[in-house]
């Protein structure tokens, strides 16, 4: 049963990465490990955080937020 399952969800995503992987044998991008990392180092924080322009919770965490991707 497991295993149907995966074979399904695999072929369910298939056609959200085979773009991805276009791109990584067309162009050669791979991200380090390293760099990759840097995204997953999250502090607690970070999970109490909404940019101000959030209408719910953006008054309320705004002080919290900060750039992540920059």
């Known amino acids: 049963m497991a295993a149907a399952a995966c ?6 995503l298939i056609p959200t990465l085979w773009p991805y992987q276009q791109v990584h044998d067309d162009l050669g991008v791979e991200r ?3 760099v990759a990392g840097r995204f997953l180092e999250r502090d ?3 999970y109490l955080a909404a940019p ?8 309320l965490l705004d002080d919290h937020h900060r750039h992540i991707e920059g």
Request: hydrophobic share 35%; glycine share 16%; proline share 5%.
């Open 7 to 12: 074979l399904v969800g695999g072929i369910l």
């Open 32 to 34: 380090e490990e390293r």
């Open 44 to 46: 607690l924080e970070d």
């Open 52 to 59: 101000p322009s959030n209408d719910l919770w953006g008054s």
